[in-house]
């Protein structure tokens, strides 16, 4: 990722782009997806034979080749084939590790790009912006190639509605970018693992859906364990703090706002699939972050470009993290809605400490015992937040 002075650092472009490509394929055609009618069009992907003795009913009538699919179809539980032989769900664990892949070069390649612009002075909304445009370019791509993915069939309504959902992933995305931007990667991230907090204010008091009990008695051990993790950051500013907290409370209106916008009649099957919700979300989020990008930094844009043009660090950074953000944020959704929720809350916690762990040992940032103590009780925290109201749940007799 870094400047192009050994040989090894070509080696990094040309795995980065491999990986770029697994995401990417992976998204495009889902675990099931329509790349295999493409392969059948071309004729690599043939049907297989008829078997000698054909299925009969209880009457003794021939059963289709169909009606015998959709009835084993309908019989198999979440997971597939897989799940139904009581075997490995070899899609699924693929899918665990390129989102697992997808986020932990995501924010090491971001945040090589923000210090390749300048670091805390340099261009956070620039990049963040960019990120997000070059990611609508890969989403309106797979609209275009032939056996991709269905276009979806949305209203001006529908994009009127969807506007509010735009913004906050846009003000999310950018505000996590500012945060990396001012601190360490590892801070931020754990700053961000508190966002259950925030997610539990606003539905409490301006959704007005209630937080159980139990799960605001986990809100002091999030917020304790993240103030540990604090105490001896070597890289600590407030910037980073309150960047990494706007992006929180973005999210967490994100997600009530995302739950009011499926409820609408009919935007479901207008929108098609998770990744054309991705895609518009994505498209309206870059547009709205450019009137923020020309108000923030518009002024320096004739100066970033003549360092994109001199700095390959930067152009590289930027473009690989781009296509990792937008592929990894796919996959972890086609992911966790193939799962149950407690894999869900575990899949999460896990991708927080193996980025964080990771990515501070790629970087160099600091990993103090008091900060390694805060991180696992903030995290823990956030696991617990997730799991808790299903084990005190109490039991039927």
Same mark, same amino acid.
């Not at 001896?232 to 407030?238: G, Q, R, S, T, V």
């Given at each position: 990722? &870094?400047?192009?002075?050994?040989?090894?650092?070509?080696?990094?472009?040309?795995? $980065?782009?491999?990986?770029?490509?697994?995401?990417?394929?992976?998204?495009?055609?889902?675990?099931?997806?329509?790349? =295999?009618?493409?392969?059948?069009?071309? &004729?690599?992907?043939?049907?297989?034979?008829?078997?000698?003795?054909?299925?009969?009913?209880?009457?003794?009538?021939?059963? =289709?080749? $169909?009606?015998?699919?959709?009835?084993?179809?309908?019989?198999?539980?979440?997971?597939?084939?897989?799940?139904?032989?009581?075997?490995?769900?070899? &899609?699924?664990?693929?899918?665990?590790?390129?989102?697992?892949?997808?986020?932990?070069?995501?924010?090491?390649?971001?945040?090589?790009?923000?210090?390749?612009?300048?670091?805390?002075?340099?261009?956070?909304?620039?990049?963040? =912006?960019?990120?997000?445009?070059?990611? #609508?370019?890969?989403?309106?791509?797979?609209?275009?190639?032939?056996?991709?993915?269905?276009?979806?069939?949305?209203?001006?309504?529908?994009?009127?509605?969807?506007?509010?959902?735009?913004?906050?992933?846009?003000?999310?995305?950018?505000?996590?970018?500012?945060?990396?931007?001012?601190?360490?990667?590892?801070? @931020?991230?754990?700053?961000?693992?508190?966002?259950?907090?925030?997610?539990?204010?606003?539905?409490?008091?301006?959704?007005?859906?209630?937080?159980?009990?139990?799960?605001?008695? #986990?809100?002091?051990?999030?917020?304790?364990?993240?103030?540990?993790? =604090?105490?001896?950051?070597?890289?600590?500013?407030?910037?980073?703090?309150?960047?990494?907290?706007?992006?929180?409370?973005?999210?967490?209106?994100?997600?009530?706002?995302?739950?009011?916008?499926?409820?609408?009649?009919?935007?479901?099957?207008?929108? !098609?699939?998770? &990744?054309?919700?991705?895609?518009?979300?994505?498209?309206?989020?870059?547009?709205?972050?450019?009137?923020?990008?020309?108000?923030?930094? !518009?002024?320096?844009?004739?100066?970033?470009?003549?360092?994109?043009?001199?700095?390959?660090?930067?152009?590289?950074?930027?473009?690989?993290?781009?296509?990792?953000?937008?592929?990894?944020?796919?996959?972890?959704?086609?992911?966790?809605?193939?799962?149950?929720?407690?894999?869900?809350?575990? @899949?999460?916690?896990?991708?927080?400490?193996?980025?964080?762990?990771?990515?501070?040992?790629?970087?160099?940032?600091?990993?103090?015992?008091?900060?390694?103590?805060?991180?696992?009780?903030?995290?823990?925290?956030?696991?617990?937040?997730?799991?808790?109201?299903?084990?005190?749940?109490?039991?039927?007799?």
């Amino acid at each position: 990722f &870094g400047n192009k002075k050994h040989h090894p650092s070509t080696m990094k472009i040309v795995s $980065t782009t491999v990986l770029i490509s697994l995401c990417c394929a992976s998204s495009a055609f889902g675990l099931h997806g329509r790349a =295999s009618s493409a392969l059948k069009k071309t &004729g690599l992907l043939s049907s297989a034979p008829k078997p000698m003795v054909q299925p009969l009913d209880l009457r003794g009538n021939r059963i =289709s080749e $169909t009606a015998l699919l959709n009835s084993e179809a309908a019989e198999l539980p979440r997971g597939g084939e897989a799940a139904k032989s009581g075997g490995i769900d070899g &899609g699924l664990i693929a899918y665990f590790a390129l989102w697992y892949l997808g986020n932990y070069y995501y924010n090491i390649s971001n945040k090589l790009a923000l210090n390749a612009a300048g670091g805390k002075t340099g261009f956070p909304m620039t990049i963040s =912006s960019l990120q997000l445009g070059i990611g #609508c370019i890969y989403g309106i791509f797979l609209w275009l190639a032939p056996d991709a993915r269905e276009k979806p069939k949305v209203t001006t309504a529908d994009i009127i509605k969807m506007l509010p959902v735009s913004f906050c992933f846009m003000g999310a995305h950018c505000a996590s970018v500012f945060a990396m931007g001012m601190g360490a990667v590892s801070f @931020a991230q754990i700053v961000k693992a508190s966002e259950p907090a925030f997610a539990a204010v606003l539905s409490q008091f301006v959704y007005g859906k209630k937080v159980s009990t139990a799960k605001w008695l #986990c809100l002091p051990i999030v917020i304790g364990g993240v103030v540990l993790a =604090s105490v001896k950051e070597l890289d600590f500013a407030w910037s980073a703090l309150i960047s990494a907290c706007i992006a929180n409370m973005f999210a967490a209106v994100r997600g009530n706002e995302n739950k009011k916008l499926m409820e609408s009649e009919g935007i479901k099957d207008r929108i !098609g699939s998770i &990744g054309n919700q991705f895609a518009i979300t994505s498209i309206l989020g870059f547009l709205l972050s450019l009137p923020v990008l020309l108000i923030q930094e !518009g002024s320096r844009l004739g100066e970033f470009v003549q360092m994109a043009k001199t700095t390959p660090a930067l152009w590289v950074n930027l473009v690989s993290s781009a296509f990792f953000f937008y592929g990894y944020n796919e996959l972890a959704t086609m992911t966790l809605k193939k799962t149950g929720a407690v894999t869900q809350s575990v @899949a999460n916690t896990a991708k927080r400490v193996i980025v964080i762990v990771g990515v501070a040992v790629v970087l160099g940032e600091s990993l103090s015992p008091i900060k390694l103590i805060g991180c696992s009780i903030g995290i823990g925290g956030v696991l617990l937040y997730s799991v808790i109201d299903s084990l005190v749940k109490p039991k039927k007799a």
